[in-house]
Each structure stands twice: as structure tokens, then as C-alpha cells.
């Protein structure tokens, strides 16, 4: 695997090393020694998935705040996605800053989201799959986020929602 930081301070695009033969494709996803060794020590505790069957789908932008922050891996086993992690960590210096990604079943791309950073997404294919692995587990009745278009962040979307739940359309602005 190949880790490369992203303008935010802790979120890391990891980049899958894919052996390919006449049998097709292998590629390792995930190793706690190899995301260690990056200085990412992450050990999932639970594994989710999202199925989304309509372009532009938005999820996000989420986040559990302390103690039931949430470290995560976000790949993309069908489909595409626009990934998109925004710092909500005030001591932080990048903070109310943006990176975003395009995540897809072909690039195999993950971005890992350590706590304190929001993640949301924009399906940019129909029926696209995103899976998570996140530590510690979720803890329902805990949840927070930040409106996706919230203008303190100013995060440029592809594209406008067609489809998102009221929760995530009716989070204030932040601050």
C-alpha cells in the first residue's frame, strides 16, 4: 500500500498495490502492521456498508465527537464517489479546511478519516457501494455533523444533491 498525506493535517489517501494475472487482480486493503508502520495505527472494530442507487447521492457530513470519536477507512467497492473530509478540530492547523477525493471500484482508493474530521460523499454513479472500516465501533444516538454546504468550509461539490436525508440538509451552519 501506498499512503500519501493530504492537505489535512491526518487524512491520508491510501493507495491499494494491485498484482494483476491471468486470473485478474489482488490487492491488500488493509494491513495493521503496514498502516502502523505509515504512522496510521488503525484497527477497524466494525465494518459498514452504504448501497446508494441514485446518482448524486449525499451522505454527510458526519462525525461522532469525543469520547465517541470515530477513526475511519472509506473505499469504494462499486461504482464512484466524490469523498470529502473537512477538520473540525480547533488546535488543529488546518483547521475548517477541505480535501476531497475521488474514490471509485476501480481505483481502489480509500481515504482514511482520523476523529475530529467530518466525512460526507457525493455518489457520482448509480448504485455505487461505500465501505467503511471504523474504530472504535459506532455509537448510536451519538451522531453529529455539519451541513454540506455550510459557507465556513466552502467545499466545492461536482455537483448538487438529488437525493439526502433531511438530517444531513438541515445541520446548522458551523460557528
Not at 61 to 83: C, N, S, W
Not at 113 to 120: F, L, M, R, T, Y
Not at 145 to 154: M, N, Q, T, Y
Request: hydrophobic share 40%; with cysteine; charged share 20%.
Amino acid at each position: 500500500m501506498r499512503f500519501t498525506p493530504t492537505e489535512i493535517a491526518g487524512v491520508v489517501r491510501v493507495e491499494a498495490e494491485t498484482r494483476r494475472d491471468e486470473r485478474g487482480a489482488f490487492a491488500r486493503l488493509h494491513c495493521p502492521k503496514e498502516f502502523a508502520a505509515a504512522g496510521l495505527p488503525f484497527e477497524p472494530a466494525q465494518t459498514s456498508v452504504s448501497r446508494n442507487p441514485h446518482l448524486h447521492t449525499l451522505r454527510g457530513m458526519h462525525y461522532q465527537p469525543a469520547p465517541y470519536a470515530e477513526t475511519k477507512l472509506v473505499r469504494v467497492t462499486r461504482g464512484r464517489i466524490f469523498d470529502v473530509a473537512v477538520d473540525l478540530r480547533p488546535a488543529s492547523p488546518t483547521y475548517r479546511r477541505w480535501t476531497a477525493a475521488e474514490l471509485s471500484a476501480e481505483n481502489l482508493l480509500a481515504l482514511f478519516i482520523p476523529e475530529g474530521v467530518a466525512h460526507g460523499f457525493l455518489t457520482l454513479e448509480p448504485d455505487t457501494d461505500v465501505v467503511y472500516q471504523i474504530a472504535p465501533a459506532f455509537q448510536p444516538g451519538h451522531e453529529a455533523g455539519v451541513r454540506w454546504d455550510d459557507p465556513a468550509f466552502g467545499v466545492q461539490w461536482p455537483a448538487t444533491p438529488a437525493v439526502m436525508s433531511p438530517r444531513d440538509a438541515a445541520y446548522p451552519d458551523h460557528g
